[in-house]
């Protein structure tokens, strides 16, 4: 079936600091990947996404890379900002689904301090 | 252009209670969902909507009941309210790339 492992959080930074976040999946074929973002109070926003092995997702700083070989979409920025805090999901999409649903890991609290 | 909206925001209910929950999504979407968000568990799909008038069980139906009234819009209702059904409820609707979300609804049951 599909599947979608995180690491488990909280993960408590400090200002500035390198972000990894780890994803592993299990899917049928070869998924679409995404992250989601979670700021308090709010409902999730798309990330970034990654359609095809190889890809790289990026947007405001983060980054990740579908890695086939290794069934992975790891998250990670270089240097985190207080306004980074939030809660972030990992998720995948099976590409045979007209439906576009999506599986989503259990999610990473993220909180940097100044 | 609103995107998804839900109501009501926070809702409490006693057990045995019963209440509907309302979501609306305005970008001409196919597919919408039902979710809910618990501790430490991610999210989990409750219902899901492929077209109006068709419906499908996800991961956590027991307890819920949904209607696609119309393109626009897919409630999802609560016929016997429990604890267990304390949670944050989202609602989403997609595209073929995109998932978009509604803000919440928090649920107490007490």
């Known amino acids: 079936g599909n599947s979608v492992t995180q690491m488990e959080g909280p993960v408590t930074l400090s200002e500035e600091a390198f972000l990894t976040i780890n994803c592993t999946y299990t899917?049928?074929?070869?998924?679409?990947l995404f992250w989601y973002v979670q700021y308090p109070g709010e409902g999730l926003q798309l990330l970034l996404k990654?359609?095809?092995?190889?890809d790289k997702g990026s947007n405001k700083g983060f980054e990740a890379t579908y890695r086939k070989e290794t069934t992975s979409f790891h998250l990670e920025k270089g240097s985190v900002q207080v306004s980074d805090s939030a809660v972030y999901f990992c998720?995948?999409?099976?590409?045979?689904?007209?439906?576009?649903?999506?599986?989503f890991g259990r999610g990473t609290q993220l909180t940097v301090w100044p | 252009n609103a995107g998804v909206t839900q109501t009501p925001k926070f809702q409490v209910l006693k057990t045995g209670q019963s209440m509907t929950l309302q979501c609306a999504q305005d970008?001409?979407?196919?597919?919408m969902y039902w979710y809910r968000q618990d501790p430490g568990m991610g999210l989990r799909l409750i219902y899901y909507?492929?077209?109006?008038?068709?419906?499908d069980k996800g991961e956590v139906p027991n307890g819920y009941n949904v209607s696609r009234l119309n393109k626009r819009e897919f409630s999802l209702r609560l016929e016997s309210a429990a604890p267990s059904q304390t949670s944050v409820y989202f609602c989403?609707?997609?595209?073929?790339?995109?998932?978009?979300f509604g803000p919440g609804t928090r649920l107490t049951v007490t």
């Open positions: 989403a609707s997609s595209n073929s790339y995109e998932q978009y």
């Open positions: 899917a049928t074929g070869y998924p679409s």
């Open positions: 990654a359609t095809k092995a190889d």
């Open positions: 998720a995948l999409r099976y590409r045979g689904s007209t439906l576009g649903r999506l599986y």
């Open positions: 970008m001409n979407h196919n597919s």
């Open positions: 909507s492929a077209s109006e008038g068709t419906t």
